[in-house]
């Protein structure tokens, strides 16, 4: 991830809005004059008069002034202003000049040359100014804003406790037109190849135009004659497209091309493109609810809340190259949609979204005061822009009006709401009647998307488009008994999920913010997400019901460490291959799915049968009837040597849209003590893989049959059952199966080997054990705390994340080596680097094994299988004592020792004599 803009880069050089572009502009991104306004006298002393050397201080535009790119990096509030000089002058000297602001946080006001040119208010919308009638022909232009932002209860500000954006925070440039020019246009698009357009036209006098709509290298031609009156225009045209190429997360096609307006002042050019697709809702079959319909057919939406959050640039995006990005890692994860959440996206990474194909639900910002009339209109102003803004993303198919009801609560106590205050708060009937009023308005100027009233977490929807709601809860039975309950309150006329006396319609139903972040007492700290993670996406596939779901997130935030990827943009590591053989997460989010019936892990005895019933989850027709063939594999890893126990192929009829039964599979388990993996693999004839999927078995021998008798006579010693150890700070973990100890040390056991009369000689002697390092935490030497989560981590609070009891940090791509020796009766037989301390979804063990479903104690952690042939020359002291210390010494990178109930590996340490 980008920390800073590199030394002579241009500052963000491209065009900020390639849906609606002109060739000739001036980026104004880059180095400005600035000073703090704390008195609020600049307006009084005439600072837009003031020369460079007022200016104290430099900040780097398009930055907020609160960010580390700013160059100033202070969270003041207040009032800011900025100062440039422009020679700029556009090719044309006739034409009309205009000052664009992709946003700026929160009111502002612009002077050219001294000459006030406009005022704004609002944090998130696009706006400009016409500049011509102060710009000095003969150069020597100076641009001063002032910018001011109070934090003001009726602000709409959304989640910016991540890092505040003040003043200007997205791009600035001048820009020339004729004096007839094209002020905004909509496409309307219909899957038959309809396409509706409407513009508006500033017309500098009456008069008869052209206006051409040219796309796709000219193969998409039209044009009409226009009688113009002098001032603002409304027109509407359309054409037909033959044969349309329709957009989607598969193919985003896009037409790309320009609008031209000729006219006696000239030809205005704008470069837009559109995409044709149609967004709805439908019911299929005898089903008495609806499903999410893209292009007239079910789409399932695998889906992520985007913060948009980034460490140094906050909700800049300090390159272009970083916003397509974005778009990509999105797509790598086979996910087809983000839900950009509680503020606009940037116009830039929008258009990567249309261009790359991921579809997207936009939020508005929120305001956090009292939903009074001055909220409401702010509100009703910054939300009517972001629509008319957004209008022609192809992308974007759904508006999600407000969020967890934010800002929709009256706090009897007066002010912002925040701590205790929140208990004073209630959703007041009349606030209700207001939400339903911003959900008709927004239908009635965007009819082509999806709306959604409010994005609820306290079952309190009033009137939508979609029944979507939150969770977050942890523990396999308890996410599966919460979503029963949720599917079958889902019908038609009850009121649950809803508030006020509303009730259900048949509208789809879909999960819009899910996850295991705050699930668990404390929250979850920073903790392996890829075991619940798994387990819930076969949840969700069980249920014909649900069209979708968005995962909490995309990156992680200061305070939640529950992303796809660290928020760096650095990998983290799920463990899925390790279980079936090329599987990644987007197998988890294909279109077509075998869903899995049955815990993430159950403990069976050993030799015993298993029944595991599966599922046909389709939102794709691609196979639709069709023959597929089911491959499986049950397989255990024998102290290092992969086994089969059973395997099949089986032919599936692959027919029909939803979630239908599959097959049942009878496996018998292995006879020994094994974590068993059912390894699953849907194939199309021509032998690619359509997607995997796997689940676990905590296989359990008894003593007699551990690891099989033909392989030796096998002691196993519990770590925690050390005699000594050396240690600064050691601990017990996953109810005491887990022994660790922090840093450099040691820990010694009393060995002893079976008696002459158990086993009359000794030929070789071999220890097995699975370790991993120690990443030692702020929790393990200070202890752990459990932090009140108010309002407050709403707003990206400290997490704590060390202290936080439940915190073990996720496989990713750092790595916190130890080396570690063997040692008997004092004599080195063995080393080991151990290359990390991993947790993810292969530490089976400690998963299963865990206490408490809120409360993660090491979870998912695990280590290396570690082997050591103790030399035939001991092993003859050995027959002889028949005991000896066993010593596991780590340099300084600590030291994790699993036992049978933890870890991946059904063992404890193991001294095997044959």
């Known amino acids: 991830m980008t920390t800073e803009v590199a030394a002579g880069q241009q500052v963000r ?155 200007i925070w997205q791009p600035v440039w001048l820009e020339a037109r004729p004096q007839t020019y094209v002020q905004a246009a909509k496409f309307n698009t219909a899957i038959d190849g309809k396409v509706e357009l409407k513009a508006r036209i500033a017309a500098h006098e009456a008069g008869t135009s052209t206006f051409t709509c040219h796309f796709d290298g000219g193969k998409v031609t039209h044009t009409v004659e226009l009688a113009l009156a002098a001032g603002l225009n409304e027109i509407e045209t359309s054409f037909i497209i033959p044969s349309p190429q329709l957009w989607s997360p598969e193919s985003p096609f896009l037409y790309e091309g320009e609008l031209r307006l000729g006219s006696p002042s000239g030809e205005d050019v704008v470069q837009t493109y559109f995409g044709i697709r149609e967004i709805g809702t439908a019911k299929f079959g005898d089903r008495g609810y609806r499903w999410i319909t893209l292009n007239g057919k079910p789409i399932y939406l695998n889906g992520t809340l985007d913060q948009s959050y980034h460490a140094t640039g906050y909700f800049t995006y300090p390159t272009d190259e970083e916003m397509r990005d974005e778009i990509y890692l999105m797509k790598r994860l086979g996910l087809n949609f983000v839900r950009i959440h509680i503020k606009p996206e940037e116009p830039r990474k929008l258009y990567w979204a249309d261009k790359l194909g991921i579809l997207v639900m936009e939020d508005m910002p929120c305001f956090w005061g009292n939903p009074d009339e001055t909220a409401r209109s702010a509100y009703e102003r910054e939300a009517l822009e972001v629509i008319e803004r957004d209008w022609n993303h192809p992308s974007i198919f759904s508006w999600v009006m407000f969020n967890e009801t934010w800002g929709l609560k009256t706090n009897s106590l007066g002010g912002g709401l925040t701590g205790d205050q929140l208990q004073a708060t209630s959703y007041l009937p009349n606030t209700q009647e207001w939400v339903r009023e911003v959900y008709r308005w927004a239908k009635r100027i965007d009819p082509t998307r999806i709306v959604e009233d409010n994005s609820p977490c306290n079952w309190d929807h009033v009137e939508t488009d979609l029944n979507t709601w939150h969770f977050y809860i942890n523990g396999y039975e308890q996410l599966r008994n919460h979503m029963e309950e949720v599917v079958a309150k889902t019908v038609p006329g009850s009121d649950f999920n809803y508030i006020g006396g509303n009730v259900q319609s048949d509208a789809p139903l879909m999960n819009s913010e899910c996850g295991n972040v705050w699930g668990i007492e404390g929250g979850a700290g920073d903790s392996d997400l890829a075991w619940h993670y798994r387990y819930m996406m076969n949840e969700f596939r069980r249920h014909d019901k649900l069209c979708g779901f968005v995962f909490t997130e995309f990156r992680d935030v200061t305070n939640e460490f529950n992303g796809y990827y660290r928020l760096d943009g650095t990998d983290k590591m799920f463990g899925y291959e390790s279980f079936v053989p090329g599987m ?156 660790t100890g922090a840093g450099a040390g040691s820990f010694v056991y009393d060995i002893a080997l079976p008696s002459q009369e158990e086993q009359s000689w000794i030929g070789e002697l071999e220890i097995m054990f699975e370790a991993g390092s120690n990443r030692t935490l702020a929790r393990h030497i200070e202890g752990a705390k459990l932090v009140h989560h108010g309002i407050s981590m709403m707003h990206g609070a400290n997490a704590q994340v060390e202290t936080n009891p439940n915190t073990y940090y996720m496989t990713d791509e750092e790595r916190h080596e130890s080396r570690i020796h063997v040692l008997v009766d004092g004599e080195r037989i063995g080393s080991f680097l151990l290359p990390d301390d991993p947790s993810d979804s292969r530490g089976v063990l400690s998963w299963h094994y865990q206490a408490a479903a809120n409360r993660l104690d090491e979870a998912g952690s695990y280590g290396y299988l570690c082997r050591a042939v103790i030399p035939g020359r001991l092993s003859a002291k050995l027959d002889r004592n028949r005991a000896f210390k066993l010593e596991l010494q780590a340099e300084n990178g600590g030291l994790s020792l699993y036992g049978r109930n933890a870890g991946r590996y059904p063992i404890d340490l193991l001294i095997r004599c044959r």
């Open 13 to 167: 050089p491209e065009y900020p809005r390639p849906d609606w572009q002109r060739t000739d502009w001036c980026n104004l991104n880059g180095s400005w004059a600035f000073r703090f306004d704390p008195q609020d006298e600049g307006r009084e002393a005439s600072w837009q008069q003031e020369s460079e050397n007022a200016y104290n201080r430099a900040i780097t535009v398009p930055f907020s002034w609160a960010s580390p790119l700013s160059g100033i990096g202070e969270d003041t509030k207040g009032i800011g202003w900025y100062r440039r000089s422009v020679d700029w002058q556009p090719d044309d000297r006739k034409s009309r000049i205009f000052l664009r602001f992709g946003a700026v946080d929160y009111a502002c006001e612009a002077w050219v040359n001294g000459r006030s040119v406009g005022t704004h208010e609002g944090g998130y919308g696009t706006f400009e100014f016409e500049v011509t009638e102060a710009w000095r022909a003969e150069g020597g232009n100076t641009i001063v804003v002032r910018a001011q932002d109070e934090d003001h209860d009726y602000q709409a500000r959304g989640k910016q406790g991540y890092g505040e954006i003040r003043g």
């Open 584 to 739: 990644t997460l987007s197998d988890l989010h294909t279109p077509d799915f075998v869903a899995i019936d049955a815990p993430p892990c159950q403990t069976i005895c050993a030799g015993e049968t298993a029944t595991v019933s599966l599922l046909r989850s389709s939102f794709s027709d691609r196979y639709h009837g069709r023959t597929l063939q089911l491959r499986w594999e049950l397989w255990h890893d024998s102290l290092g040597t992969r086994t089969t126990a059973g395997s099949g192929v089986l032919d599936v009829a692959w027919d029909g849209y939803g979630v239908a039964p599959l097959t049942e599979l009878q496996l018998t388990m292995p006879n020994q003590d094994a974590v068993a993996v059912l390894a699953l693999l849907l194939v199309d004839a021509e032998g690619t893989i359509v997607t995997r999927n796997f689940t676990t078995f905590d296989v359990r021998g008894g003593a007699s049959l551990a690891f099989g008798t033909e392989n030796g006579h096998f002691l196993a010693v519990p770590p925690a059952q050390f005699g000594q150890h050396s240690f600064a700070h050691q601990w017990q973990a996953i109810n005491g199966a887990k022994t």
